[in-house]
C-alpha cells in the first residue's frame, strides 16, 4: 500500500502545542511519508519576541531541529524548509518553504498539507502554481466557528489574504477551528506528567514547555489553581490520523470580510468545517504513541 504524502506547515516556535504536534505526527509515521516540515511565518508575540519575521522563521527552525533531535530522528532536518519572511498581503514572493509545496506536488498523486500556523506558505504556492490545487488537500487550524463572529485569532488575523486565497483557490480544504472546537483539546500539567513525563527527554521536554507556558499565562498563584492550557494543533494531526474522532459538515465556500467575520454564500464549491472533536481519543492516541504502557 502507497504511503500517504503529508508535509508539516507551522510555526513552531510560538507557542508550545507546535512542538507537541510535530512530536505526535513524527511518532504516527506509518504508512505516511513526511516529505517536508515548512516554516511558516509569524510576528513577535507576548510569549516569543522577535524583531522581524525573518527572526521568528530562524528560531522556528532552530525549535524543530531541536525537536527532532530529541525524538531521535535527525534525518528529519534535511527537509526543513524555511518559508515566507512578509505576508501574502505584503509579498506574493515564492520561498524556499512554497517551492517545496510545489515541487511536492507536483511529484506526488496527492498529497496532504497539515497547516497549523498562518497560511501564507501555502496561499505562495497556490498562487504561483494553481495547477497544485487539484494535487493537495489542506487541513487548516485558524479562525474561530461560526459561533464567534469574529475570527480575531493568530493564525487567521496574521494574514486574511491569505486565508481569502486558500478559501477561494477550490483546494479541499478542511478549516478546524479554534474556539468552541480546537479548544476542546486542554490538557493539564498533571495529566501531562502521569501520561508522558517520564518517557524520556521528548516526555520530559514536553512536560517543562508546558510548564514554563502556564508560568507566562499566570499573573498570581491563584491562577494556578484549576488551571489548563489547549494544545490546538494536536487537532490538525489528529484529523489526518483518523477522521472519525470528528464531526465535519460541508459548506458553501464562506465570503470573507474585511472584519474577519464569515458571510455564508450558496453556489461556491464546497469547504469542510469541523464541528466538533473527540478529546479522548484523540489525547488516548497521542499519549499511547508517545509511548505511555498500560494493561491491555
Known sequence: MEKRHVILDTDISNEIDDQFALAYLIKSLKGISLDAITIAPF?????????????????SYSTACKVLEMLNVPKFKKIIYKGASHY???????????????ETARKNEHTTIVAIGAITNVAVAISSAPDITKKVDVIWLGGHSFL???????NFRQDVEAVRTAFNSKTQLVV???KNVAAGLSTTIFELEHYIGNLGEIGAYLCKIFKDMEAKIAKTKRDFIGSSKTLWDLSAVAYLLNKNWFSVQEISCPKIENDTTYTMTKNKHKITFVNDLDRQKIFQDFFIKMGYKYEK
Open 43 to 59: 510576528e513577535s508575540t507576548r510569549f516569543v519576541k522577535t524583531k522581524t519575521i525573518t527572526d521568528s522563521t530562524e528560531l
Open 176 to 178: 478546524i477551528p479554534c
Open 88 to 102: 501574502f498581503h505584503e509579498s506574493k514572493e515564492l520561498n524556499p518553504a512554497a517551492q517545496k509545496i510545489i
Open 148 to 154: 464567534s463572529k469574529v475570527n480575531n485569532e493568530f
